[in-house]
């Protein structure tokens, strides 16, 4: 535990950020997994509109910092190629 008041403030700090994040990251995850759903089962046009909804929150956790944007853009550039390729 933290034993001055600049650490225990930090320390309360990190505890908020760590809940912010794993929100963030949880509604994430939550997008991706339904587009991967989506774009097995459904037709391109649902999985497009899956697309733009999990490049907005994979946008929104990077914009955030919840997850570093080399992995949203890795992430979104997957997910792209997977409905592509569905598509065809």
């Given at each position: 535990?933290?034993?001055?008041?600049?650490?225990?403030?930090?320390?309360?700090?990190?505890?908020?950020?760590?809940?912010?994040?794993?929100?963030?990251?949880?509604?994430?995850?939550?997008a991706?997994?339904?587009?991967?759903?989506?774009?097995?089962?459904?037709?391109?046009?649902?999985?497009?509109?899956?697309?733009?909804?999990?490049?907005?929150?994979?946008?929104?956790?990077?914009k955030?910092?919840?997850?570093?944007t080399?992995?949203?853009?890795?992430?979104?550039?997957?997910?792209?190629?997977?409905?592509?390729?569905?598509?065809?």
């Open positions: 535990m933290a034993n001055n008041k600049s650490a225990i403030k930090r320390w309360h700090q990190s505890i908020k950020r760590r809940d912010r994040n794993r929100a963030v990251r949880s509604a994430t995850r939550s991706i997994r339904n587009l991967r759903e989506i774009a097995t089962s459904a037709d391109s046009a649902t999985a497009a509109t899956a697309l733009g909804a999990a490049y907005s929150a994979l946008d929104r956790a990077a955030k910092g919840a997850i570093h080399g992995k949203a853009d890795r992430t979104k550039r997957r997910l792209a190629a997977l409905v592509a390729k569905k598509a065809s």
